[in-house]
């Protein structure tokens, strides 16, 4: 029988989130690390911008298609034990990206880090799901995505220092290591659940087909897919390996001030984290609606910056970063539609499925990049010029439009979806609830 052991929203469930958060932050760190090593990396391997895309998006193309098989395993092992797998897989891999000194041995232990860092998020956002209260919830995702950033300064800013100073086996050495004092604390700390004799959910082989395509099948999970697809890949692309070369050999900016704008950045999807959650708090019914509006604005922003007549004044880069930035705090939205749309047993798989949609979104987006960046320039980064750039980076409003379309069809199809299945959820939804009866909660909280 199911009995509560530990309180919830309280002091344990902080303690268990904050080791937890610390491996997801190690986790954006090793994910975001190649940003600032890029071009360190291509003289490394002797290798063309399209190889180097594939560093990036081969890790990417690993960490989206584990999300649906995670899914199933938290669902079946818990968090903990996908946590302590994830975070080993990601030591070993960084570890081995520091001494590769082929583009062959790279590319392994690129595989070795997307798969460690699949498990992570994931299995946070479960704990988080079981450890906090109905109305904590919307804002400590937000406050983990926010945080989770601080990986993405951590790679700017450190460890660009740390490559000048040390070099890059012992800088990424380092970075290895710091996995191995976290798996201390996650093995010592970190509870799956709050509650005892709750047994995760045993799926057998021929239920799993089923409730995948129930997951699958719901147009809330595909609706927050596309809200995940739409918003990430912006800031992700950026981040993790062109915005670097962009600012630096396109817009001609000073290495230190290129730095400093992905700080700026990073600061600034942190910061929005907190209002994007009060908002999905106090009015959900109206959630994909604000990521529409922030992805508008990017698309805005970039096509000024990309038309612009020569580089772009620094004010102006300004402005593209931190508008840009706001895509990260729009994309946990769709982790938010999933817990509307589904009870926590499919939790686990729900929210596996939309991570793939940033994920994809942004390998696709960073190879293609790199493709166009190889026909233009086949001579390599040496050669890169601004109308290079602009050329390339227009790619992203082919992705931003396709989203665009998806989410407001799947907008549509989810409404139509709680009014067919329960229209009572539908009236919640209206008046403010994101657990909602007959969907994600078993009965109708309200009096």
């Known amino acids: 029988m199911l009995r509560q052991v530990h309180n919830i929203g309280r002091r344990r469930a902080w303690v268990i989130w904050l080791v937890a958060l610390s491996v997801y932050i190690l986790a954006v760190f090793h994910r975001t690390s190649l940003g600032v090593a890029g071009l360190l990396a291509a003289d490394r391997f002797g290798i063309t911008a399209a190889q180097l895309a594939t560093f990036t998006v081969l890790q990417l193309a ?25 975070l080993t897989l990601m030591t070993g891999g960084q570890m081995w990206f520091a001494f590769a000194g082929t583009f062959e041995a790279g590319m392994a232990a690129r595989v070795l880090l997307g798969a460690g860092d699949a498990m992570i998020f994931t299995s946070l956002l479960r704990l988080v799901a079981v450890w906090f209260r109905v109305k904590q919830a919307p804002f400590i995702t937000q406050l983990t995505g926010m945080a989770g ?7 700017a800013t450190p460890l660009a220092a740390a490559l000048a100073t040390w070099g890059w ?9 710091i996995g191995i004092v976290l798996g201390v604390l996650l093995l010592a700390v970190v509870k799956d659940s709050p509650y005892r004799g709750e047994s995760v959910e045993r799926i057998k082989v021929r239920a799993l087909a089923r409730t995948l395509a129930e997951v699958w099948g719901n147009p809330g999970t595909q609706l927050g897919l596309w809200v995940h697809f739409t918003s990430q890949f912006g800031a992700t692309v950026f981040v993790m390996l062109w915005g670097f070369p962009f600012l630096v050999s396109g817009e001609g900016v000073d290495e230190d001030v290129a730095s400093w704008l992905l700080i700026v950045m990073t600061v600034t999807g ?24 922030i992805v508008g ?3 805005a922003v970039w096509a000024v910056v990309l038309l612009w007549p020569g580089p772009a004044p620094l004010w102006l880069l300004v402005v593209l970063v931190v508008v840009t930035a706001l895509g990260g705090p729009g994309s946990m939205v769709g982790f938010d539609l999933a817990r509307t749309f589904h009870p926590s047993s499919h939790l686990g798989r729900a929210t596996g499925v939309v991570n793939i949609g ?7 987006t960073i190879a293609l990049i790199g493709i166009v960046l190889d026909q233009l320039a086949p001579g390599g980064p040496s050669t890169y010029t601004l109308e ?3 050329i390339a980076m227009s790619v992203q409003f082919l992705f931003w439009g396709v989203g665009v379309i998806q ?6 199809k989810s409404l139509r979806h709680l009014e067919e299945v329960h229209p009572a959820a539908l009236d919640a939804l209206r008046s403010g609830e994101t657990l909602l009866p007959g969907i994600s909660r078993p009965e109708d909280p309200r009096p």
């Not at 999300?67 to 797998?85: A, C, E």
């Not at 910061?271 to 509006?293: C, E, K, W």
């Open 62 to 86: 690993v960490y989206a298609a584990m999300q649906i098989p995670v899914g199933v395993l938290i669902d079946r092992y818990g968090s903990k034990r996908l946590m302590v797998t994830g």
């Open 149 to 155: 950033q601080l990986g993405a300064i951590a790679a």
């Open 169 to 177: 086996t012992r800088s990424f050495a380092t970075a290895a290591g």
């Open 270 to 293: 942190m910061a929005a984290g907190p209002a994007v959650a009060a908002f999905t708090a106090r009015i959900p019914y109206r959630r994909s609606q604000l990521v529409l509006g």
């Open 297 to 299: 604005s990017i698309m």
């Open 358 to 364: 940033g994920f994809v979104a942004s390998l696709a």
């Open 388 to 390: 290079h750039f602009r």
């Open 407 to 412: 989410l407001v069809r799947y907008r549509r």
